[in-house]
T-cell receptor, first 114, second 112 residues
């Protein structure tokens, strides 16, 4: 596969469940990002990783837990979510960290919390 | 706090006519990006504007950046149905360029 892939594409989970979102990039990039896209709101940056190290945590609640085992993979572990966490979660990657680098987005995971 | 405002948020366009959408931001930045998102799809990069006065064109779309006015415009020439989508502008968060702040998006709908 090429580009940035995300699995699953759709996820429905209860508030007591634990699930994980996966992102993989095949572009040889060093920086990876998690964004949340809610209806009628701007895209919100959640986490940034550069060379596997977390460099940004944008005041995200602890029920969201990121993991970056290597520069190609990024996970978002979810537990005890709230209905307001229902959104499209987008992963992106870029050659390096910083806005001089164009970000490439995955297709997203549509999450519904019931 | 950096704010990025797009207007209009919704634009109903007629085929063949020209339109402009605007992206204003609240602090100094030399880098601005335009993305397109089709319904249910991810974001696709359209333009990267890296300096004052930068102008880029692709097909019927032309983007420009005025860093002094803190304004970018996306001009649509002779709109066609294929341009129906949501367009986002994004600006770097700080001079260190840690990450991007996105506008709310402008949803374009082209009708004949």
């Amino acid at each position: 596969e090429t580009g940035v892939t995300q699995t699953p594409r759709h996820l429905v989970m209860g508030m007591t469940n634990k699930k994980s979102l996966k992102c993989e990039q095949h572009l040889g990039h060093n920086a990876m990002y998690w964004y949340k896209q809610s209806a009628k709101k701007p895209l919100e940056l959640m986490f940034v990783y550069n060379f596997k190290e977390q460099t940004e945590n944008n005041s995200v609640p602890s029920r969201f837990s990121p993991e970056c085992p290597n520069s190609s993979h990024l996970f978002l572990h979810l537990h005890t979510l709230q209905p307001e966490d229902s959104a499209l979660y987008l992963c992106a990657s870029s050659p390096g960290q910083g806005s001089a680098y164009e970000q490439y987005f995955g297709p997203g995971t549509r999450l519904t919390v019931t | 706090e950096l704010k990025v405002e797009q207007n209009p948020l919704f634009l109903s366009m007629q085929e063949g006519k020209n339109y402009t959408i605007y992206c204003n931001y609240s602090t100094t930045s030399d880098r601005l990006y335009w993305y397109r998102q089709d319904p249910g799809k991810s974001l696709e990069s359209l333009f990267v504007l890296l300096s004052n006065g930068a102008v880029k064109q692709e097909g019927r779309l032309m983007a420009s950046l005025d860093t002094k006015a803190r304004l970018s415009t996306l001009h649509i020439t002779a709109a066609v149905h294929d341009l129906s989508a949501t367009y986002f502008c994004a600006v770097d968060m700080d001079q260190a360029g840690t990450a991007l702040i996105f506008g709310k998006g402008t949803t374009l709908s082209v009708s004949s």
